[in-house]
């Protein structure tokens, strides 16, 4: 059974540019979270998508958005990348409405901006 | 963003040393988690907490959730090699529809010497 895969697993890009990060979720969940973690920091929420609406959101700026698709599958976009967006990127599912004991991550996009 | 204040950083200890690390916070959480995190893959969940007070083991893994439920601990007993990682608190608001938000801390390095 598979689990959270991401892709791509690594990538660099240059400022101003935008990005796209793939996230496919666990067979059974329906909810996808994202994730930020930068290098030697905890992860912080991004957003949550849940019937294919943004359903909950952390302190990410409008630079940030997501799509998740008929088939739970779901994006992150992040435009006009600064250095700062340089972090693992990391997404998590799970069922609706469930506790955090079934949320299961992915291993994570690594993203580069120079 | 927000997140738990947790220590220590990093540990360096010997096999079979007993490990202590803490977590906390100045909200209260109804739910309080411990993840280990090993290079290059997302965060595993040890351990959840879900009523204050409440001490729970998973193997050689103790972790306690804060009366004030604005702190938890987290415990391993006759460390071995294979425990080398980041361990990770996190704590979350679950109900009504907001699930899977996780508000994390730094991170605890550790470093097992065999």
């Known amino acids: 059974d598979a689990g959270v895969t991401q892709s791509p697993t690594h990538l660099i890009k240059t400022r101003g540019q935008q990005v796209t990060l793939r996230c496919s979720p666990k067979s059974g969940h329906d909810t996808v979270s994202w994730y930020q973690q930068a290098l030697g920091q905890g992860p912080q929420f991004i957003f949550q998508?849940?019937?294919?609406?943004?359903?909950q959101r952390g302190n990410f700026p409008d630079r940030f958005s997501g799509h998740q698709f008929p088939n739970y599958s779901s994006e992150l976009n992040v435009n006009a990348l600064l250095l700062g967006d340089s972090a693992l990127y990391l997404c998590?599912?799970?069922?609706?409405?469930?506790?955090?004991?079934?949320?299961?991550f992915g291993a994570g996009s690594r993203l580069t901006v120079l | 963003g927000q997140q738990l204040n947790q220590s220590p950083q990093s540990m360096f200890i010997q096999e079979g040393e007993d490990v202590s690390m803490n977590c906390t916070s100045s909200s209260i959480f109804n739910t309080w988690l411990w993840y280990k995190q090993e290079p290059g893959e997302g965060p595993v969940l040890l351990i959840a907490?879900?009523?204050?007070?409440e001490l729970t083991s998973n193997g050689r893994l103790t972790a306690q959730f804060g009366i004030t439920r604005k702190d938890s601990f987290l415990n391993i007993s006759a460390s071995i090699p294979s425990d080398v990682g980041i361990y990770f608190c996190?704590?979350?608001?679950?109900?009504?529809?907001?699930?899977?938000?996780?508000?994390f801390g730094q991170g605890t390095i550790l470093t097992v010497h065999p």
């Open positions: 998508y849940y019937e294919e609406e943004e359903r």
């Open positions: 998590a599912s799970s069922p609706w409405v469930s506790g955090a004991n079934v949320l299961t």
């Open positions: 996190a704590g979350e608001n679950a109900g009504g529809t907001s699930y899977g938000k996780l508000t």
């Open positions: 907490l879900y009523k204050a007070g």
